[in-house]
């Protein structure tokens, strides 16, 4: 069986991230539904595309199709055609949102389809402007501004009486509460942030039976491999984002523990913590001082990063889950796929609080604009849609095709898989420890001070005890001290 996309593909300039955990794997936006090209606000440089792609074995149970609102929904997201060949959330996102289309002959959904660098610039000025989709995902940090704002409608009463209700997992929630009340439905799939991937043939070359514990080792590593020209890990951090959701939110908590970003979301914490502070200061030496990473990481992404090591340039590569995901599906039928394994981060040589981190959650939540509220019919519709989206349809269609996990929890069936899936799997909700995502919390301004003084200080241009004292300003601004 095939399924027919059909898109109108808009190019866009890249833009600097502003902050978050994601991937942006085509710098393109792409607009569907019945909308003229000549209304979808980017450069007009148009190319309509038909592409045929095998469908998953096991589909989406279908949406309802009885609502009384005739008309349009704009919704705003980044599952991209091209991101959905090789990551099972935005393919699941995709698959609901055409199903649930199809179910509602009588509305129009007015989609904009921004790579995920883009999305978040754009929403943060659509946000700016008071102009928000009526239905778009929202990124934690930026709940409790947004909401203070008034720029969303109050979910609490329709995710408490949710016909799905009994099955989601409320922890998920966490990001998106503000003023006790619930802003959005957690989407798209949980998973980390913060993986090592790792070649074990070449670790084992190496001298390595599996990925070392200690970054003591992986600098013993590091000799082996430059010897052979080859990268021993690769990152990519051009977009900012990639050290701190892919990294510092990880290794802090070896140096930190779990009480502190609980403060910091409490608004008590400080980011001059010794503790943080000594995590800023090893993040520097792993990056500047040791010949463990490739030295472009600072001009590449992780898409170019995950090359690296797709092409045996690199013996590992740290990255999310997507990068998983895309790094299977590029190595089908390749043995190097057989040979890739997960391992957490390896411990610092002075942290005192370690264990098997690896920060998962779900980063983005369906939210509604508190104008798409004015009308009660769409309203009802919205929330019929953000409710099927990241409901038992969304989680049954990933866990049954990817071996994924949703807001609402289904049962994943592991033998039904290959090892590489089983291994991730394990890796992601068995076998480590779940830490919070830094950038799901608190405020976009916080972090895009960390994360631009960050790069520099990788560079060895700015102090770790600098960084994270205007990190501290920009955190006492946000809370208004």
């Given at each position: 069986?095939?399924k027919?996309?059909?898109?109108?593909?808009?190019?866009?300039?890249?833009?600097?991230?502003?902050?978050g955990?994601?991937?942006d794997?085509?710098?393109?936006?792409?607009t569907?539904g019945?909308?003229?090209?000549?209304?979808?606000?980017a450069?007009?440089?148009?190319?309509?595309?038909?592409?045929?792609?095998?469908?998953?074995?096991?589909?989406?149970?279908?949406?309802?199709?009885?609502?009384?609102?005739?008309?349009?929904?704009?919704?705003?997201?980044?599952?991209?055609?091209?991101?959905?060949?090789?990551?099972?959330?935005?393919d699941?996102?995709?698959?609901?949102?055409a199903n649930?289309?199809?179910?509602?002959?009588?509305?129009?959904?007015?989609?904009e389809?921004?790579?995920?660098?883009?999305y978040?610039?754009?929403?943060a000025?659509?946000?700016?402007?008071?102009?928000?989709?009526?239905?778009?995902?929202?990124?934690?940090?930026?709940?409790?501004?947004?909401?203070?704002?008034?720029?969303m409608?109050?979910?609490?009463?329709?995710?408490?009486n949710?016909?799905y209700?009994?099955q989601?997992?409320?922890?998920?929630?966490?990001?998106f509460?503000?003023?006790?009340k619930y802003w959005?439905?957690?989407?798209?799939?949980?998973?980390?942030?913060?993986?090592?991937?790792?070649?074990?043939?070449?670790?084992?070359?190496?001298?390595?039976?599996?990925?070392?514990?200690?970054?003591?080792d992986v600098?013993?590593a590091?000799?082996y491999?430059?010897?052979?020209?080859?990268?021993?890990?690769?990152?990519?951090?051009?977009?900012?984002?990639?050290?701190?959701?892919?990294?510092?939110?990880?290794?802090?908590?070896?140096y930190?523990?779990?009480?502190?970003?609980?403060d910091?979301?409490?608004?008590?914490?400080?980011?001059?913590?010794?503790n943080?502070?000594?995590?800023l200061?090893?993040?520097?030496?792993l990056?500047?001082?040791?010949?463990?990473?490739?030295?472009?990481?600072n001009?590449i992404?992780?898409?170019?990063?995950?090359?690296?090591?797709?092409?045996?340039?690199?013996?590992?590569?740290?990255g999310?889950?997507?990068?998983?995901?895309?790094?299977q599906?590029?190595?089908?039928g390749?043995?190097?796929?057989?040979?890739?394994?997960?391992?957490v981060?390896p411990?610092?040589?002075?942290?005192?609080?370690?264990?098997?981190?690896?920060?998962?959650?779900?980063?983005?939540?369906?939210?509604?604009?508190?104008k798409?509220?004015?009308?009660?019919?769409?309203?009802?519709?919205?929330?019929?849609?953000?409710?099927?989206?990241?409901?038992?349809?969304f989680?049954?269609?990933?866990?049954?095709?990817?071996?994924?996990?949703?807001?609402c929890?289904?049962?994943?069936?592991?033998?039904?898989?290959?090892?590489?899936?089983?291994?991730?799997?394990?890796?992601?909700?068995?076998?480590?420890k779940?830490?919070?995502?830094?950038?799901s919390y608190?405020?976009?301004?916080?972090w895009?001070?960390?994360?631009?003084?960050?790069?520099?200080?990788?560079?060895?241009?700015?102090?770790?005890?600098?960084?994270?004292?205007?990190?501290?300003?920009a955190?006492?601004?946000?809370?208004g001290?």
């Amino acid at each position: 069986m095939k399924k027919k996309v059909v898109s109108i593909l808009l190019a866009t300039s890249m833009v600097a991230s502003l902050a978050g955990c994601g991937s942006d794997p085509n710098p393109a936006a792409e607009t569907t539904g019945d909308a003229p090209a000549a209304e979808a606000e980017a450069p007009a440089a148009e190319a309509e595309t038909e592409a045929e792609t095998e469908a998953p074995a096991a589909d989406a149970a279908p949406a309802s199709g009885d609502l009384a609102y005739s008309g349009n929904i704009s919704i705003m997201h980044y599952s991209t055609s091209e991101e959905s060949e090789g990551n099972g959330g935005s393919d699941g996102f995709r698959t609901c949102l055409a199903n649930w289309q199809n179910a509602h002959g009588n509305i129009t959904l007015d989609e904009e389809v921004l790579a995920n660098d883009d999305y978040k610039t754009q929403i943060a000025t659509r946000a700016a402007a008071d102009d928000l989709p009526d239905v778009f995902l929202l990124q934690g940090m930026n709940t409790i501004s947004w909401a203070n704002q008034g720029l969303m409608y109050d979910l609490t009463d329709s995710i408490k009486n949710s016909p799905y209700a009994d099955q989601y997992k409320m922890d998920y929630m966490i990001p998106f509460t503000a003023n006790d009340k619930y802003w959005a439905y957690p989407a798209l799939t949980g998973g980390t942030c913060t993986v090592v991937i790792y070649d074990s043939a070449m670790w084992k070359e190496a001298g390595f039976d599996t990925f070392p514990t200690t970054w003591a080792d992986v600098e013993k590593a590091a000799e082996y491999f430059s010897g052979q020209g080859i990268d021993t890990i690769a990152f990519g951090n051009s977009g900012q984002w990639q050290l701190n959701s892919c990294f510092v939110s990880c290794l802090g908590y070896q140096y930190t523990g779990t009480q502190w970003f609980a403060d910091i979301i409490a608004g008590t914490g400080s980011f001059e913590d010794p503790n943080f502070v000594a995590a800023l200061t090893e993040t520097q030496r792993l990056f500047h001082d040791t010949n463990i990473f490739n030295k472009d990481f600072n001009a590449i992404n992780n898409e170019d990063a995950r090359e690296y090591y797709i092409s045996g340039d690199a013996a590992a590569f740290i990255g999310g889950n997507w990068d998983a995901s895309y790094i299977q599906a590029t190595l089908e039928g390749d043995p190097k796929k057989d040979t890739t394994k997960f391992a957490v981060l390896p411990q610092a040589a002075d942290s005192t609080k370690y264990e098997k981190f690896q920060n998962i959650g779900l980063g983005y939540g369906m939210a509604i604009s508190a104008k798409a509220a004015q009308d009660p019919d769409k309203l009802a519709a919205c929330i019929d849609l953000c409710q099927y989206m990241t409901g038992p349809a969304f989680s049954e269609y990933v866990g049954a095709n990817y071996a994924l996990a949703g807001f609402c929890s289904s049962d994943v069936d592991l033998s039904a898989f290959d090892q590489y899936t089983q291994d991730f799997y394990n890796f992601s909700y068995v076998d480590t420890k779940g830490c919070e995502i830094y950038d799901s919390y608190v405020d976009g301004s916080v972090w895009s001070v960390l994360n631009t003084e960050m790069q520099e200080m990788v560079n060895g241009d700015k102090d770790p005890a600098t960084v994270a004292a205007d990190t501290q300003a920009a955190y006492k601004a946000y809370l208004g001290q």
